[in-house]
């Protein structure tokens, strides 16, 4: 079935779950209201698409299509994904002179500063503020990088890595000193601080901190269940061992 077939089966879809005889959750919602379902299954594409397994990736990309799909149906006349699509398209044929234009660009800082300009003079970009562009909504860490992206951008930023690396020891020796002081509004404050120099430091270096921290999360999470796996072949409770033979059964689990 071509993706045109595809995409016209599951408009029909959607159309009879909004009709006399579909559904009635599905009649009562709203564009707002599927914002919090749409972000959820973003997340789990995310998700599938950072755990390689390309039957899931499959499964949860059609979820948020769905999702995108349903809620241009909402939307009538007004916002229809043809229109989304061939805005984007449009949008991407503009901010890519070097490749759909004439334009030569010999280096990446030289595509950056390419693509910042095309997007300055969009309409929905001119006259605006540095990190107008930047969704408050994002998850913290993936914010902090957009932010300090976008910064860079204009020259806000530390020189050199010599110095983002001396501003860490700043914050890391002021979160000490809240620590110590017991003012819990004080240690927010200065773990944020050193957690947002942190996301600069990883991106000057190439590496996305929601990425990195993701990867971890998934490592961490397999560890402790081999783990398990390895205490019950042991004949052990895991939660009833000492630290001893937790850090046992660790070092056993990182060899897998």
Request: charged share 30%.
């Amino acid at each position: 079935m071509s993706n045109q077939d595809s995409m016209s089966q599951m408009l029909q879809v959607i159309q009879t779950l909004l009709g006399p005889e579909g559904c009635p959750w599905d009649q009562e919602q709203t564009p707002e209201s599927l914002c919090d379902y749409l972000v959820e299954e973003t997340f789990e594409l995310v998700s599938a698409i950072r755990s390689g397994d390309l039957q899931e990736v499959l499964e949860e990309m059609g979820d948020v299509i769905f999702l995108l799909a349903f809620i241009s149906c909402l939307y009538g006349d007004k916002v229809s994904l043809g229109q989304a699509m061939q805005h984007a398209a449009r949008k991407m044929t503009r901010r890519h002179p070097h490749v759909f234009g004439e334009t030569d660009i010999n280096s990446r800082e030289e595509l950056t500063r390419t693509w910042e300009r095309v997007k300055k003079t969009e309409k929905k970009h001119a006259g605006g503020y540095l990190l107008d562009s930047v969704p408050r909504s994002l998850p913290p860490l993936l914010l902090a990088y957009r932010l300090h992206s976008k910064a860079a951008k204009a020259g806000f930023t530390w020189d050199s890595l010599h110095e983002l690396e001396d501003k860490l020891t700043e914050e890391w020796l002021e979160w000490k000193n809240a620590l110590e002081s017991k003012d819990h509004d004080k240690m927010l404050e200065e773990f944020g601080d050193y957690l947002f120099t942190l996301v600069e430091y990883g991106r000057r270096n190439q590496i996305k901190a929601s990425s990195a921290l993701s990867k971890t999360n998934i490592k961490f999470a397999r560890r402790i269940h081999m783990m398990e796996d390895l205490a019950r072949e042991k004949g052990w409770d895991i939660s009833r061992l000492d630290m001893d033979h937790l850090e046992e059964l660790w070092q056993e689990a990182k060899g897998f």
